[in-house]
């Protein structure tokens, strides 16, 4: 997730990114309509004939059936912040739970849970209160505001619509175009001008557009300026462009001294715990650590719903390794699964068609950079098969060079395709030793690893003694500051140092803390000599592999992925959760609502909940057929019907949810089927081999 | 939790709280060297030699292991705010999974996910804007801030008791005094001053400290300047003491125009998707909603470690109930509960003794106002019990009338005693219809429940008839305001209304979003009559039983609870949560590093794993007693050794934390047993009965 949750590290320093890709736009077009062929619970080979998707009706189910809702809806709402209800939350939890067993437990991570709130120079380190921005611009009239890249783009891409339609190109209706229109009701853009352009226009357009995630604020300001780019309600000219910066900013503490703000990102509390994370691990490399919280980020102008919000939920893995050996032990584990990969040449020659190949393959070619990150990169595509995530709609992308910071030794994002084109939902990162050397030069607090040597070393290196007693009398108070800097340079630092003593006989250098300009320290104050020393141990800052997981946009990608209308009537629609990540596992239904049936209803609810299974009851007067449908929005994988019958034999009949195929058996055996099926991986076939197929009644 | 994370609205708008209440002192006097004495894991009665309590070994073990460690520690740290290590986090996981299953699933609550960042108006009209606060003070030469009332309350302690040693009275020696210090190095009072006080002044000293928690702002500062009360460093007088909002305030999006908040509590996202959970619900009443996250109070100088923090995790239902009808169906499961009560009538005798009643008895003499209020303090009982917390150190204690809400109908807060003295560490309050009142009116969204009559009524009613043309032309802009506010008045306001028109022929009102003042409407603007109605629905605002947890003050007196040291080595330090509650379940030790054993390790380790039972391997060098030592300290119930018997028979032993005791049986045995004791609730007994006791070597 670097260049979305994981932030500007992985855009070189330049500006958080977007959701859909341009190089994706060919994938995107065709997207808006795709097809959805669900194959049911794995393992239960239904084929299904299947509707055009269609997010107007995606939407109105997960509002109607409480997946989510504006916050503060009755007080209008605000952009950018949504609330989950019971099925929302109850999907966000056991996702959190199958990630929690995938990673922290079966990969022995240590989990930690830091604070959201965090102080102004711990952000100022890592760099977020610097470069941590977005570029905005202001109407002065109208006080409107506008995210810079988002307006050029919007507003360009609305004039090469104008001129496809002037042209009689377009493939879409107007009707269609009005529709899509009332889908992305927030556009800035209201209205297409139907206008025929000069093609020489229409191709610097096409430039813009596919560039548009690389331009500085000044060259969005200079496109603003050139191509008449303002307001799009009125047409007037906006101020030009400038930096806002993302972060949640407030005061800790009554004296409003001590300014803080709200994370942006889970990460930075791992790398301060690093030290403490190492003496818990006995010292022992590689290891990772792992957090799963909200972090928060001050969108200029949310739209695109559950994908792009200022409060969400992550879920960060940060793998600490030795950076002189990255192999991992498990590397066999997921060698040979063949994915699609995006390589950066790939993109380079404008291409979007991925390369299918093993992660052996990948690693070996050098296409991923090496054995934990392709290691990452496998059990990230486990997890999301394991929830849900249609295999046929994902990809890993790497990062193009300009976007990535210049530290990064190799970055690939997990993207899912939506309705919205494809989506970053997991970054996998290598961020070398970045954060925790820009942290331990500024604390002074040394955040490596110990290793004893084979046998002991002996090496020449730069040593640095300075004459402590002159430095008091020259910098006074800040005297220590200039001391501490000296002797927290780097081998290669102090080689340059040698090097500038030898032309100047003295050392100019802007020193962090001192605020009041650069610093000359005389040729005499400090000796920097190389000198042989016996070394008996390894220290080294490890680097970090960091696989970052958006829950949010997963969850919401989940959604479109699961959604389907039965064929025989597109206004049923179903959400085909795995049984391990619908909400509800099972809805019991008395078939009918007499009183001899209440004794029963009572037995099977004490056995479920006994057996630890998230259950519904529905005695509502309403048909089977609209009980079962009202549960097939909200994705509740199994139904149970107590009949008369079940009065005689204790049997009850069991529903499965996409194919509507019903067996029948005693409750313990029902039971025992839920269960296998739910927490064991077994298919609805192994599940219910003991049980007898059942004609199922019309559904109506 | 209503005084203190429920806060203002618990104690009349005045302010939070404290959490040693000065009724407890004399048994927090004697509680600093409890003596813990432990049962082991339940069902194993093994009876051990205590070892007297002590708060600086806990807190050493709980840093060295990390169960949690001040945040930003590498920065010097920010007070107030701590960031769990792996053990605390898996500790927390494991008793919010507990609370989930003991509350959501077992009582079919609607869990939601609401937003921290919380808009002004919001918060405006539940009263925190204005309310919720506490009173400092500043020392305007050396800008210091202390909160008033600890500060009144410190140094009359310290002057108080440095009249006691003047007397010869104190129990305590001048060395257990200087510990003490020092176990409280964050206190302001840094020295104690022996020196004999007025009998009568000893009085005064005494009445304060009692009444303490109920004065004004106003009332402190005079406290402050009659008893000469300053800063305690210096001597020097502070400025008057003034109210400093709790809330953490931030602006959301870019113009900076929308103020916001970071939440003070779950509860008012809850009410505020009141309407979409009754339909979700299906319109049935009564049923709860629930919420788990973080919620932020910026205190001003946070003492007391876990116990007082500026970022904590809350676990809150919000239980909508008919206000004519609080019984509740399953009453019957907690009646008999035999808890300690200490009501309201008790505390104004100004004693401390709690009564011993069951949950039925203390509401049918309402001393607990009605079931439902007492459903839930049997509930929140149990659900403590079942962490692990001891329940000979656990008490119920009613809200003083000065304490609560004009509003509420009854509070009593779940209060554990720790060495800190009793702290508050779960609310459970009858909110009445306070809140859903008044956003309903705010917003004029009803928040109302519509029960069909079992037959129509008729009803005289007040009927508010507007002279819609009139309000435009004198109110301009402001009409609708005024006539939504005339349109949204209740049946007793109505009254009100009619008595004023009566007497002045006009109403004079201050209406919410008016700024400009009172508003005065004419009495020909206005019909207000009594009418006759057929009614066929009733519409009621329910009314809320809320219980309220704070986790993190849980974990601490948890961790106080279970700590205690072996009597035969003072430094071998254990903590004995429940199975279910530990950080990991198994510590798997192999006997040597021999690489024989290997295959059985690995063997052992996949076994566990797909049982899916938390484990971890310990293979050091160091001694078997060692690393047992190591791992009571983390709480680790269980331990698996392998040794070379393992390898003929495939048979390991299993040891149990507590006692020590050692079992020996085949490997799925041992697993069996431990799934069994671990989430099937049996004891030690029970689960290991099929499993031959093992001659336990020395741990040494």
């Not at 206004?571 to 795995?578: E, G, I, M, N």
């Given at each position: 997730m670097q260049s979305l949750i994981g932030l500007f590290r992985a855009r070189n320093f330049s500006r958080t990114s977007k959701q859909v890709r341009h190089f994706a736009k060919p994938a995107q077009t065709q997207v808006h309509k795709i097809s959805v062929k669900r194959e049911g619970i794995e393992g239960l080979k239904v084929s299904k004939m299947s509707n055009e998707f269609n997010r107007e009706q995606l939407e109105s189910v997960l509002k109607r059936r409480f997946f989510f809702a504006p916050s503060f809806d009755i007080y209008g709402g605000v952009s950018g912040l949504y609330d989950y209800g019971p099925p929302g939350c109850a999907v966000q939890a056991n996702i959190v739970d199958t990630w929690r067993k995938h990673f922290v437990h079966e990969e022995d991570m240590l989990e930690v849970d830091t604070t959201m709130l965090t102080p102004y120079e711990v952000l100022k380190t890592s760099g977020h209160v610097d470069k941590f921005a977005d570029w905005m611009c202001r109407d002065l009239k109208t006080g409107e505001i506008f995210r810079a890249d988002h307006l050029v783009e919007e507003v360009i891409e609305a004039r090469l619509k104008g001129d496809k339609l002037a042209r009689g190109h377009s493939t879409e209706s107007a009707d269609a175009e009005k529709d899509k229109k009332k889908k992305n009701r927030k556009k800035k853009v209201k209205e297409i001008k139907v206008e025929k352009l000069d093609d020489e226009l229409v191709k610097e357009y096409e430039t813009i557009l596919a560039k548009i995630d690389g331009y500085s604020g000044e060259e969005l300001g200079e496109l603003m300026v050139k191509y008449k780019i303002g307001n799009p309600a009125t047409g007037e000219a906006l101020e030009a462009p400038r930096e806002f910066n993302l972060m949640f900013e407030t005061h800790i503490g009554p004296s409003g001294a001590l300014r803080g703000y709200l994370r942006p990102e889970t990460a930075q509390g791992q790398f301060l715990n690093f030290e403490k994370l190492l003496d818990f691990n006995n010292?022992?490399?590689p290891f990772a650590s792992a957090a799963i919280g909200k972090s928060f980020r001050n969108e200029i102008s949310p739209r695109s719903g559950l994908l792009r919000v200022r409060e969400f939920l992550m879920a960060e893995i940060e793998h600490y390794v030795d950076p002189e050996n990255k192999s991992h032990p498990k590397f066999d584990a997921v060698k040979d699964l063949k994915l699609d990969f995006l390589p950066r040449d790939i993109q380079e020659a404008g291409k979007t068609e991925p390369i299918k190949m093993t992660i052996g393959e990948a690693v070996s070619k050098k296409v991923v950079d090496n054995e934990t990150l392709g290691y990452f990169l496998g059990r990230i595509y486990l997890f999301l098969m394991k929830i849900g995530i249609d295999p046929a709609k994902f990809r890993f992308r790497e990062h193009m060079q300009n976007e990535m910071a210049h530290y990064a030794a190799d970055c690939w994002d997990g993207e899912l395709l939506t309705s919205y084109g494809w989506i970053e939902c997991v970054g996998c990162a290598d961020r070398s030793a970045y954060d925790l050397t820009v942290h331990s030069r500024k604390t002074g607090e040394k955040l490596c690893v110990r290793q004893m040597l084979p046998e002991p070393k002996v090496v020449e290196e730069y040593d640095c003694e300075i004459e402590k007693k002159k430095f008091g009398p020259k910098f006074r108070r800040d005297a220590p500051k200039v001391e501490k800097w000296l002797l927290s340079q780097s081998q290669e630092e102090l080689e340059d140092l040698v090097k500038e003593l030898a032309a100047n006989d003295k050392i100019v250098a802007k020193i962090p803390d001192i605020t009041t300009g650069e610093v000359e320290i005389p040729g005499d104050f400090v000796k920097i000599l190389k000198k042989k020393k016996t070394v008996h141990v390894r220290e080294y800052i490890p680097n970090v592999i960091e696989p970052s997981f958006g829950i949010g946009r997963i969850i919401y990608c989940l959604y479109e992925h699961s959604f389907w209308t039965r064929p025989e009537d597109s206004?049923?629609?179903?959400?085909?959760?795995?049984p391990s990540v619908a909400p509800t596992k099972v809805l019991l239904v008395p078939l009918s609502s007499n009183a001899a049936l209440q004794p029963v209803v009572k037995d099977v609810k004490e056995h479920l909940r006994s057996a630890q299974i998230p259950f519904k009851v529905d005695d509502s007067s309403a048909s089977i057929g609209k009980r079962y449908a009202r549960n097939d929005e909200l994705g509740t994988p199994f139904g149970i019907t107590i009949d008369f019958d079940s009065l005689k034999d204790h049997s009850v009949t069991l529903r499965e949810r996409d194919s509507t195929k019903q067996v029948r058996g005693s409750l313990d055996e029902v039971i025992t089927a839920i269960k296998g099926i739910t927490y064991k991986g077994l298919s609805w076939e192994e599940g219910v081999k003991n049980l007898v197929p059942f004609e199922a009644q019309s559904e109506e």
């Open positions: 010292e022992k490399m206004a049923r629609a179903v959400l085909s959760f795995p």
